[in-house]
């Protein structure tokens, strides 16, 4: 049961680069989400996702785009990459409702220089 | 908007020392949720509190939610460097659509 599954783990983009992080999730979970954690700041929300179709805007959504195609893959896409979107990404799931435990992947690395 | 902050930002005890972490938040809150991130981990879900004044422990943890349900707190009894890591709350947003994570805070135990 492998759980939430990010790829890659770490990445190293030059600024105006896109790129795509993966996640995928084998629970059945209907709700995903993306995070940003920067030293000191906690998690930020960028998008999240209440069902396979859906998206919606969290915290800090602006430069990031995500697309939920299937239920149990959440795609975060970086258009043209800023040093600003250097940090670590989160992917999460939950059941129905945000009231639900999260449960987190590994995390991708990422730096844009 | 709503915010969630935590006090300390860092702790560093002795092990076999106690630990108290601090959230607080500007509005009410539903329920709270806490979260462990060890170092270089990810965020692991430790438990929720939904009920004003509830008080849950696990082992050698005790969470408390405020009774105006506007705080909540995080106490280790006898740390062990097991402990260390970075501890999380989190709360619903006024719109209720999404979590609104504490900045954390970072407990260091030396041996």
């Known amino acids: 049961n492998a759980g939430v599954t990010q790829t890659p783990k770490f990445r190293v983009l030059k600024t105006g680069q896109s790129m795509t992080l993966l996640c995928a999730q084998d629970m059945n979970h209907e709700y995903m989400y993306w995070y940003r954690q920067d030293p000191g700041m906690g998690l930020r929300l960028i998008h999240y996702?209440?069902?396979?179709?859906?998206?919606a805007k969290g915290e800090v959504p602006d430069g990031y785009n995500v697309s939920r195609l299937k239920k149990q893959n959440f795609l975060l896409g970086l258009e043209s990459a800023a040093p600003s979107q250097t940090s670590v990404y989160f992917c999460?799931?939950?059941?129905?409702?945000?009231?639900?435990?999260?449960?987190f992947g590994d995390g991708t690395r990422l730096s844009i220089l | 908007g709503q915010q969630v902050m935590q006090i300390p930002q860092y702790q560093h005890v002795q092990e076999g020392e106690d630990f108290t972490t601090y959230c607080n938040s500007s509005?009410?809150?539903?329920?709270i949720q806490w979260y462990k991130q060890r170092p270089g981990g990810h965020p692991v879900f430790l438990i929720q509190l939904v009920k004003s004044g509830e008080v849950k422990k696990q082992k050698r943890l005790t969470f408390q939610f405020g009774e105006a349900k506007k705080n909540s707190s995080l106490h280790i009894t006898a740390t062990q460097t097991t402990d260390v890591g970075t501890y999380f709350c989190?709360?619903?947003?006024?719109?209720?659509?999404?979590?609104?994570f504490g900045g954390g805070t970072r407990l260091m135990v030396k041996p």
């Open positions: 999460a799931s939950s059941y129905v409702g945000i009231m639900q435990p999260q449960h």
């Open positions: 989190a709360g619903p947003s006024n719109a209720g659509n999404m979590l609104t």
């Open positions: 509005t009410t809150l539903s329920n």
């Open positions: 996702s209440v069902g396979e179709g859906t998206t």
